[in-house]
């Protein structure tokens, strides 16, 4: 379970102060995959940060239960210095997790060949793309944190990677973040709408589609 409690986050802009939320309320069941929608700019990646913890709300509190992920498929904190199964180990380092059935699954998963030992610093962002959604995929927590995460490579990658997900969706729960309706409707059960600062949970995902389409004046076959 996830639990913002009276959340509010802004930040300082040439133009003033922006607030992304408001004393914002919401609870992210255990267990249930939960598409998060709002319009760009609303603050999805800013909620995304700080649940993973990477940013503070400016008062309120998050409540989680359990172990939560880093944002699935997020490249960004690798050492370009060492290669992609140096990096495999050093995360299953620091999560305890088998280091050999970490490293033996990535490479299997990632689909880098060869350059899977060689350093990071060399990979296209394609390739880094898909190391990082092979760690990530590769550790067994309770929710995960995903944005875009299976726009990533081929049309069989693609494949993979929801198939993947889906498998650890049997287990743990998850947040997702997508512009896509259909990867939405396909990958959740439940939505949260953000809208001026406030989050709203729906328990069944049609319905927080509907209220989002509302919310930017679209239909759905827009």
Avoid at 63 to 69: P, R
Avoid at 112 to 118: D, K, N, Q, R, S
Avoid at 126 to 135: E, K, N, V, W, Y
Avoid at 155 to 178: H, Y
């Amino acid at each position: 379970m996830i639990q913002f409690d009276n959340v509010t986050k802004t930040f300082r802009t040439p133009g003033g102060r922006k607030t992304i939320f408001r004393n914002a309320n919401v609870t992210f069941p255990t267990g249930r995959s939960v598409g998060l929608l709002g319009r760009n700019g609303a603050g999805k990646t800013t909620l995304m940060s700080m649940i993973g913890g990477s940013i503070r709300p400016d008062s309120g509190i998050i409540h989680k239960t359990g172990t939560v992920s880093w944002t699935v498929g997020f490249a960004g904190s690798f050492n370009r210095l060492m290669t992609g199964a140096q990096n495999t180990k050093f995360v299953a380092r620091i999560y305890g997790v088998d280091t050999d059935e970490l490293v033996d699954f990535v490479q299997d998963f990632a689909e880098l060949g060869p350059h899977f030992h060689a350093p990071v610093q060399s990979y296209s962002s394609g390739m880094r793309s898909r190391l990082a959604f092979g760690i990530s995929i590769g550790i067994p927590f309770d929710t995960y944190l995903v944005d875009e995460v299976t726009s990533v490579g081929d049309a069989a990658f693609k494949r993979k990677s929801r198939a993947a997900f889906m498998d650890r969706m049997t287990t743990a729960g998850a947040i997702v973040v997508t512009h896509s309706m259909t990867q939405i409707k396909r990958l959740c059960d439940a939505g949260v709408v953000l809208e001026d600062g406030q989050l709203t949970y729906f328990d069944n995902i049609d319905d927080a589609i509907a209220q989002h389409h509302i919310n930017m004046g679209s239909t759905e076959d827009e």
